[in-house]
């Protein structure tokens, strides 16, 4: 009782930040480092290794490792609490980083690096997207919420790219590295000073893999999977197919930093139309994405690289800013911890098929627009994650 009534008085005089801030701030400092590399790491490997569709392999090792983590860390969360699995999820990624300098020595450091990164997603994730719907107000409207962590994930990452690319060309990748160790660091820090600490939520291994096959979930299940394979396009192939038409650190950086920052504009206004309608508003997104995805492979310039990131990220936030929010409003119906380890399977088995399915079509020579092309499917399959909305709605 007395180990209980210290804990109670350290959570109380710790507890200073209000509602979900500690949510926001946590999503500002890991923005500000993963941003710092996240669009070189498929860069950097490429450069180490001389072949475009090492990126893919190596990307479908992190994949591998997320699949074999996530129960572990599930059950793993419910006895430390989400505070200190966020914690963990930032220290277990710095590992990653410092295996990614080592990198550069031993190609097996790379393997090691996508390791630790993989091992680091549940972590990350699930205490994060738990703690959203945990301190949500009451107001069933989740509109709101995404469109704030999303105005801060773009405010902190906006700049980032630009001064990553620099950092490259002025001092290396290990000093791009070490900075983003830090900032890594420190986002684990806040979600301590917020009001809300859930610990000892359920957790049963056999009614996750239950939930996979329900019926109920089955459109869900679909539409993060294809989620999974879009966001190999996004984050490999993409950025590999700008490095080879611009071969510029710095370009890339400035292309990715305006582009996000253009997008800061459209956010307020969108948080507040999902909640009137957040299912035709990602149809929009879908649309407009798929656009993007189908000209892509003929752009050359970095004026045009520009001008489609610009088009694509606001077709972007029309489709996953309203995407996160009906998946946070369906998991007040579910046990949420469970459905979140669901969410993460799905959309990492989808990402190990696309990284594996991608790393052969290279490795054969096909044609830049066919892998572009795999993107519009995963984009389409978001669209069930509305299905499912309106299912619901039947049922209440």
């Known amino acids: 009782m007395l180990r209980e009534n210290h804990y109670y008085i350290f959570r109380r005089k710790l507890a200073f930040l209000p509602g979900e801030t500690g949510v926001y701030l946590n999503t500002l400092l890991r923005a500000m480092g993963m941003n710092l590399v996240y669009v070189f790491v498929p860069l950097y490997v490429f450069k180490l290794t001389g072949r475009i569709e090492a990126a893919f ?152 893999i239950n939930s996979i096959k329900a019926k109920e979930n089955r459109g869900f299940v679909m539409a993060f999977a294809g989620a999974g394979i879009k966001e190999v396009v996004v984050s490999i192939a993409w950025p590999l197919f700008m490095f080879l038409m611009v071969a510029k650190y710095e370009v890339i950086g400035g292309i990715q930093t305006a582009a996000l920052l253009l997008s800061l504009v459209f956010l307020w206004w969108l948080g507040k139309k999902i909640d009137q309608g957040g299912s035709k508003i990602l149809r929009w997104g879908v649309g407009v994405n798929g656009f993007v995805w189908l000209v892509r492979s003929v752009l050359t310039s970095p004026a045009a690289l520009f001008i489609s990131n610009v088009i694509y990220g606001f077709g972007g936030l029309l489709l996953w800013t309203p995407f996160d929010a009906l998946v946070y409003k369906s998991m007040l119906k579910r046990r949420k911890l469970e459905f979140l380890v669901v969410r993460e399977i799905a959309i990492h088995a989808g990402g190990l098929f696309g990284s594996i399915l991608i790393w052969q079509l290279i490795k054969i020579g096909v044609d830049w627009f066919w892998i572009f092309s795999i993107a519009i499917f995963g984009l389409a399959s978001s669209l069930l994650v509305a299905e499912e909305e309106y299912e619901d709605s039947k049922k209440t």
């Not at 410092?98 to 699930?126: D, E, Q, R």
């Not at 509109?143 to 405010?155: A, H, V």
């Open 57 to 208: 392999l190596y990307y479908a090792i992190y994949h591998i490792w997320v699949l074999i983590s996530v129960i572990p860390s599930g059950w793993l969360i419910t006895k430390i609490g989400i505070d200190w699995a966020e914690f963990a999820g930032s220290f277990i990624r710095i590992f990653s980083f410092i295996f990614l300098i080592l990198g550069k020595s031993n190609l097996y450091f790379l393997a090691l690096a996508y390791m630790f990164w993989g091992i680091a997603v549940p972590f990350t994730w699930l205490p994060f997207h738990y703690a959203v719907v945990g301190t949500e107000d009451g107001d069933q409207s989740f509109g709101k919420e995404t469109s704030w962590i999303k105005i801060f994930d773009q405010l902190a990452g906006s700049l980032s790219p630009l001064i990553g690319g620099l950092i490259i060309v002025g001092f290396g990748f290990s000093w791009l590295y070490r900075l983003a160790i830090f900032l890594v660091i420190l986002s684990g820090l806040p979600m301590f000073f917020d009001k809300f600490n859930k610990r000892g939520m359920e957790f049963k291994p056999l009614r996750i």
